[in-house]
């Protein structure tokens, strides 16, 4: 009953929510002192670079891992780490781009070749592997064996990812929310409104990853249709 | 009776190698990969991991550094920015040093004073602190402050 009724409410909720955070970040919020009003990608890129690089990113590297593991594995775990990285790979991608939006007007340059923004581009380039390493085997069980020590393997890149403003010099910020020292460095308003924004988007991504996650289950029943129909053809024509 | 056998045969065949056929596929898909990952990687970060020198690092390192192009970080020192038709001329601080930045091309949009700039460029000589840059990009801090569009203004340009 509860599930049921969650599940309903995720969709509605999540555009509630996300819409509660486009007017807050559109009009409630105040201009920033030195960006002005660019400061309201704000309230986009970090929610869109939170999913893609951690929450979807994240869920795919657990549900390989859970397949790997004997006691876990199940077809349910490989789905999911396939669902959720084809998440990932559209919201890492998003978040190149929006950083791009916003780096022209405050860097000056749509691009900068530094350790932040080049490991974000490998892994996207990792997400796409892992989607392209999917349709190179035919196989379902070596397929899901091999895709998920890839995740795992990519994985690593995570946190050189998240740690390359500290360890090395960057053209990108140092992190806003998840500071060393545990201070945040966004005042009023502007605080809670990226929070909002990141709860909105990581409810975005379950609604999504649910919604994938169905379309994985009826293409698979629609396979194994067409593969009992195909047989049932097969032997009609061997009787005649 | 239909002629099925002219159109079916239904002799048993042998599977495709589809192992085999995958196994070089994953290779193939590998190969790729890390060709693109290299390719990043020698873009960004096989040179060198950090983007720019503070100016601490630039001055300690002033001998090696010579006339060589390189990425200079500093604070842009308040009252010292001139708008030239080339560009813009300003001071740089970063620790206790300061170097003198001439810039060519036009400066961003948020290019103002008391802010960290990277400016890419080159020092005239190996003693000299003046720079002469190509590019200045505005690196802005993590912090988000509101500004008070509403406070009043006084005449000098300060906020109330």
Known sequence: ??????????????????????????????????????????????????????????????????????????????????????????????????????????????????????????????????????RAND??????????????????NVPIDHFSVDWWHTLHQGATVFTQNGNFLVHGSMLWTLFLSLFAFTLLFFWLLRARYRLEVLRDQRYAASLDEALAQRRREGVH | MPDTEDTFDLTPVAAPPTKRRGRWRTIGVLVVLALAVLALLSQGLLHSLNYFETIDQAMSSRAKLGTDTFRLEGVVRPHTIDRTSRGASFWMTGGDKKVFV????????????????????????????????????????ASYIAAHPKRVKAPNGTVR
């Not at chain 1, 657990?62 to 876990?72: D, F, G, N, P, V």
Request: charged share 15%; hydrophobic share 50%.
């Open chain 1, 1 to 134: 009953m509860i599930k049921q009724l969650s599940q309903r409410l995720l969709g509605p909720v999540t555009l509630a929510l996300l819409a509660l955070t486009f007017w807050l970040g559109l009009w409630v919020t105040p201009p920033d002192r030195i960006q002005g009003n660019l400061v309201r990608l704000l309230y986009i890129h970090p929610a869109i670079a939170w999913v893609g690089l951690y929450v979807s990113f994240g869920t795919s590297v657990i549900a390989s891992c859970l397949y790997l593991w004997k006691r876990t594995r199940s077809t349910i775990m490989d789905r999911v780490a396939y669902c959720a990285m084809e998440v990932s790979a559209i919201f890492i991608t998003l978040t190149l781009i929006t950083g791009s939006i916003w780096g022209r007007p405050t860097w000056g340059v749509w691009w900068a070749w530094d350790a932040r923004l080049t490991s974000t581009a490998i892994l996207l380039v990792f997400a796409l592997g892992y989607l392209a390493l999917r």
């Open chain 1, 139 to 156: 196989d379902p069980e070596l397929r899901a064996r091999r895709s998920a020590v890839f995740a795992i393997i990519a994985a690593i």
């Open chain 2, 102 to 141: 001439d810039a060519h091309g036009s400066p961003p949009q948020l290019f103002q004073a008391d802010i960290p700039v990277v400016v890419e460029g080159h020092f005239t000589s190996e003693t000299s602190d003046t720079f002469i840059a190509t590019q200045i990009l505005v690196k802005h801090t």
